[in-house]
């Protein structure tokens, strides 16, 4: 039944949603309903959300979230993503590495609408060569890499938080799994489609770089700062 209740959580989120309500009365209903169906008394309840706003371990999590909230909605209104993508177009020249490396930087952003833009970059880079379902793939499953191991996202940080795990040793210990589906995504997709871009090589490779640290640099920042405040709250 614990399962079953989990479920109607869920749709108590989603019918929320689908009625035009916004994000904060669809998760508010969520906890009402949870607290409803798990039998957690109101007193317990209320000290577990006011532990959230007094307790560090809970409240940097909170911050974290905030801040790369705010970062994602600079990037996008200057379109910093899409020119980090023309960027790495100059750098490598190279179609496959534009499917499969942009949808990777977009993914350092837990955004719906990373997703749409996502996807618009590899219709591009793949158009005429792939089908949707393919493009669909490539963009879904190269966006959801950095998802599994990097701080930009709520699911790792409070795996962290909660299993005790040092954020750096988990890290390192995803390098191998990210490097196999990398792989796997290239072999059964990125191969489909020539290296060519059909575009002039860029002049300037260094440049490129250069450019591509700038669009960057900020998103690099904040996931630099997440780790060392983990970092730092473990070693105290």
């Not at 999590?61 to 705010?70: A, D, K, N, P």
């Not at 749409?116 to 879904?140: M, N, R, W």
């Not at 450019?211 to 105290?236: P, R, T």
Request: glycine residues 6%; proline residues 5%; aromatic residues 12%.
């Amino acid at each position: 039944m614990l399962v079953v209740y989990l479920g109607i959580v869920f749709l108590t989120i989603v019918i929320l949603i689908a009625i035009k309500r916004p994000l904060y009365q669809a998760i508010l209903g969520g906890l009402i309903m949870l607290v409803i169906l798990y039998q957690i008394p109101i007193g317990d309840a209320c000290i577990q959300v006011t532990h959230v706003f007094t307790h560090w371990d809970s409240f940097q999590i909170l911050i974290s979230l905030y801040l790369i909230t705010f970062l994602q909605r600079m990037l996008e209104a200057r379109q910093l993503i899409k020119l980090a993508q023309q960027d790495l177009n100059g750098l490598f020249h190279n179609r496959r590495i534009n499917a499969g490396g942009a949808p990777l930087f977009i993914g350092l952003l837990p955004s719906a609408a990373a997703m749409i833009l996502c996807g618009d970059i590899v219709k591009e880079a793949t158009d005429g060569y792939l089908d949707p379902k393919d493009q669909a793939f490539t963009a879904s499953w190269f966006r959801h890499i950095p998802e599994s191991t990097l701080p930009t996202y709520a699911a790792v940080l409070l795996m962290a938080n909660i299993s005790g795990v040092p954020l750096s040793e988990f890290i390192i210990g995803m390098i191998v799994p990210i490097c196999a589906l990398s792989f796997i995504g290239y072999f059964s997709i990125l191969r489909k489609i020539p290296k060519d871009p059909g575009v002039e090589r860029s002049q300037n490779r260094w440049l490129d770089f250069i450019h591509l640290f700038q669009h960057l640099w900020s998103l690099l920042a904040i996931i630099v700062f997440i780790l060392y405040n983990h970092i730092f709250d473990i070693e105290s």
